[in-house]
């Protein structure tokens, strides 16, 4: 009876072990960011403009900096107009998708000049992973529907500010310091803003 009941055991073990590595390989299950990175250093540089108009021709003039961008709860279809359009001037194409009145999740990485990843989503979680400069940039985004989620991550560590609207995490691409993260709640006239101090 003990040789059976091990024998089960078993089996049961190793069906378990099995459909856990064949999840894994299908992708289904993905690693879960947990803050065991290095913190960047904070950069002497600094953005001190709260206007989202302003932020982003700064960022533009940085140059040599990488802009990670990601909506938490909704992108806010009071966002202003000129942001839009500097967010176009940029290089992002989902920036029509930005100002309609249904949720949006979205993540955007901008780094010297040109738009090295878009993903515009629907009301829906979005992700995005990838190596950048020697270090992992891992993106949620979700409206208030699908979790309501506006992380952004460097190297296992969660800078974004996590609030509702637009959250925004700037590096200095040459030393790979924190530049600034901020967000903008475009869903209040004028996109208010908050950040780290």
């Not at 590595?21 to 990175?37: N, T």
């Not at 040599?64 to 938490?72: L, Q």
């Not at 995490?169 to 030393?175: L, M, S």
Request: hydrophobic share 40%; charged share 25%; proline share 2%.
């Amino acid at each position: 009876m003990k040789i059976i009941r091990g024998r089960w055991l078993e089996l049961i073990f190793a069906v378990l072990i099995s459909s856990t590595i064949i999840a894994s390989a299908s992708g289904r299950v993905k690693d879960i960011p947990i803050e065991s990175g290095r913190r960047l250093e904070q950069s002497n540089q600094k953005i001190s403009t709260n206007d989202l108009l302003e932020y982003l021709r700064t960022i533009e003039h940085l140059y040599d900096c990488t802009a990670i961008i990601c909506v938490k709860d909704i992108q806010g279809y009071p966002m202003p107009e000129n942001a839009l359009k500097e967010l176009e001037r940029m290089g992002f194409a989902s920036t029509e998708a930005l100002s309609e009145k249904v949720y949006h999740s979205f993540i955007g990485i901008w780094s010297k000049g040109e738009v090295v990843y878009e993903k515009m989503g629907g009301d829906e979680l979005i992700e995005h992973g990838q190596y950048f400069h020697d270090h992992y940039i891992f993106v949620q985004s979700a409206t208030f529907n699908a979790g309501n989620i506006g992380k952004i991550y460097v190297d296992n560590i969660q800078y974004s500010m996590e609030r509702r609207g637009l959250n925004i995490v700037v590096i200095d691409n040459t030393k790979f310091e924190l530049i600034d993260s901020i967000n903008f709640d475009t869903f209040e006239a004028g996109a208010p803003a908050s950040r780290h101090r």
